[in-house]
C-alpha cells in the first residue's frame, strides 16, 4: 500500500478549494461546471479517503498525528493544527466523502433549475470540508473549529431559499439551539484545558490513563457532561431536539447529507472518541443512555403522524440519533458507530428518495396529496422500499443488524431500556410503513395537474439511490452476528483506535439473537399488514382528534418553549428597549449633545469680531501666565 | 557712554511694548502689521543680544528662521490685506466684524 496517510492534508483541501473557486466565482461560474467542480473536490477527497482506510486495516498501522503548522503557542500553552489518522477517523473520511459525493451527484440534478446552484455546492462543499476538519482534528480545538463550521454551513442551507422568512427563521433556529450546547461544549474544553493543561487526544487520553489520579470523578463527570450537552445541541438530542424537524426547510440533498447522515453524527463521534473519559464518569454515560432513550421514544412517538414527509422523516432521525446514544450510554461504542454507519447508507437513501417524490410531486411534501407513486417511479419506489425495510430492521438488512446489536447491548445493561428501545423500534417500523403505504400504495390523492407531472427522476438521481439501496442492503455484512457465519469485522477494525466493543457470544447470546430475529419477523408481518389496511385501503383521515392530535402537533413542545423561554426573553428585551435602551443610553447619548450645543451657544459670544478685543485678550494671556510661571510655578 | 549689553535688552523691550502698544491701539491693518513685524525684530535682536552675551552662535541661527518665517507671513498677510481692501475698500480692522453671521 502506498503512503496515502502523509496525503491526509489533501482530504479536506480539496472540498476547501472548491469552495473557494465555487464560492468566489458563483456569479460568472455556469450551472454545470460549477457542479463538477463541486463533486471532482468530493470525489478526489473520497479517492484519498480510500487510500488511507486501506492503509489503516492494513498489518502493523499505528495511529499517526500528522502536525500542520503551530495554531497556537505561547509558553507551555501548545496547540497545533493536526491530523488523527487512525480506524475511527478513517471510517468517519469514508463515510462523508462516499455518501458526501453521492448527494453531490444527485445534487446537480436536484437543484438544476435553482439559480443560486453554484452558491450551492460552494456551500455544500464548505460543509464537508469543515465537517472533516472536525473528524480528522487531533486535539478538541480543531475539532471544535469543525464543529463550528458545521454549525455555519447548516445555518447557510437550512435558510439557502432566504427569500422565504420561514426558512431564514428555520436557519436561525438552528443556529441558536446548537449554540446553547456549543457553550456546553465550550464550558467542557475549558475544563479540560484547566485541569489536564491539554486539548490533544494523545495526551488527554494518556493522563487519563495514567496511574496517578489527578482529579476526581465529580470532575470527570462535569467534563463529560458538558461535552455531551455539545453533543445533545449537534445531535439533536431532547432538550434541544426542536431544531432537527424545522431544518427541512433547507433543499432536501441537504437534509439528507447535513441533516441525517453526517454533521449530526458528530455529537456521538465526539463521545466514541472521548470514550476513555466516559468511562471513567459512569453518571455521564447513565446521562447518555436516559438522554438517547427518551429521544428516541419521543421522536419516535411524534413522527406516527406527521403529515410532510421531510419532518417524518426528520423526527425518525432524531429517533435514531437517540438509539445510538443509547448504544454509546451502555458502553457499546463500536456499535454505536456502526449504527452511524448503516443509518447513513439507509436514511440518505431515505431522504434521497423523498427529494426525488418531491421533485416528481413539483415541490408537494403533504403525504396527504401523494399515494400511488409505485407505478409512476418504480426506481424510487423500490429504494425507498428497501430503505424503508433496512431502518424498520428487516432482517439481514444494515438497519436489523445495527439495531439489533444495540438492543442485544442494552438488554445486558438494563432490562427496563432494552423494553422501552424495542417499543421505540417498533414505533419505527410503524411510521415508516405508514409513509411508505401513504405515499406509494393506494390511489392518488393530489390534483390532476400533479398527477400529470408525475416521472421518474433523471439519472443522477436514481443511480445515487441504486448505490445506496445496495449499501442499506449489505452494510450489514461488516458485523453479522457469528449466529449467520458473520464476523466482527468493524469491532476488529475499531480496536485499531482503542475503541471499546461489547461482545455477544454463547449460548445465551444465541438465544436471544434469535428471539429478536423472530420477533422481528413476526412484528414486521403485522405491521406490514396493518398501515396496508389502515392506509393504503382507506382515505386519507385528515384531522386528529385526542391523543392523535397531540402527537401530531409534536407534544407541543415547541408550544412549551415557547411560553417558557422565547416569549419571557422577548417580554424582558421589550421591557430594556423601552427603558434601558429608550431613556437610559439615548438619554446619555441625547444628553451629551444637548449639553454640548447649549455651552456652544453661550460661548459664541465671545467671537465678536473684533480683532482688537482678539489682541488684547492675548496679550493678557500671556502678560498672565509669564507672571505666573515668574512667581509661582517655578 | 560706552554701549553694553544691558542697553541692547532695553532697546529690545522697548520695541517690543511699542509693537504690543501698537498691534492693541491701532486699528489700521497695515499699521498692526508693521508693529507685529517690530516684536519679532526685538525677539531677534535680544537673541542677538544674549549670543553675544554667552558666545553661543545658537541664537543666531533661530533669528535666520525667525527672518524667514516672517517673511512667508507677511507675503500672505499682505495679500490678505490686498484681498480685503479689494473686497471693502479699507484697512480698517473693525471691518472684518461683519464676517460674523
Known sequence: MGNFSQLVYLVPLFPLIGFLVNGLLWKRMPKNLGGIIGCVAILASFVVSLGIFFEVKGAGFQPQTKVLFDFIKSGDFYIPLAFQVDALSSLFLLIITGIGFLIHVYSTSYMHHDEGMVKYFAYLNLFVFFMLLLVLGANYLVMFIGWEGVGLCSYLLIGFWFKNKDYTNAGKKAFIMNRIGDLGFLVGLLLILFNFHTLSYYEFFGQLHGSQTIVSTTTYNWIAICLFIGAMGKSAQVPLYTWLPDAMAGPTPVSALIHAATMVTAGIYMIVRSNALYDLAPMALDLVAIVGLITALLAATIALYQNDIKKVLAYSTVSQLGFMFLALGVGAYTTGIFHVMTHAFFKALLFLGAGSVIHAMGGEQDISRMGGLRKKLPITYFTFLIGVLAISGFPFTSGFVSKDEILMAVYEHNKLYFYLAATAAVFTAIYMFRLLMLVFMGGFRGTEDQEHHLHESPAAITIPLVVLALLSLLGGLVQLPHLFGGHDFLNEFLAGAKIPAVVHEGAEATTKELTLLAGTVVGLLIIFIATRKLFAVKQFEGNYTGFKKVLANKWYIDEIYDAIIVKPIEALSNVLDKFAEKKGIDGIVNGVGKTVKWGGERLRLLQSGHVGFYIFIMVFGIVVLFTLSFFWIR | ?101
Not at chain 2, 552675551?53 to 495679500?79: K, N, P, S, T
Open chain 2, 1 to 101: 557712554m560706552p554701549v553694553n549689553s544691558t542697553h541692547y535688552l532695553f532697546l529690545s523691550l522697548l520695541l517690543f511694548s511699542i509693537g504690543i502698544m501698537g498691534a492693541l491701539m491701532r486699528r489700521n491693518a497695515i499699521i498692526i502689521f508693521m508693529c507685529i513685524e517690530l516684536m519679532l525684530n526685538a525677539v531677534n535682536l535680544l537673541l542677538v543680544a544674549f549670543s553675544k552675551i554667552y558666545g553661543d552662535a545658537d541664537a543666531q541661527l533661530f533669528v535666520f528662521f525667525i527672518m524667514v518665517v516672517a517673511a512667508a507671513e507677511v507675503a500672505v498677510g499682505l495679500a490678505i490685506i490686498v484681498m480685503m481692501y479689494r473686497k471693502v475698500h479699507s484697512v480698517d480692522i473693525n471691518i472684518l466684524n461683519r464676517l460674523k453671521h
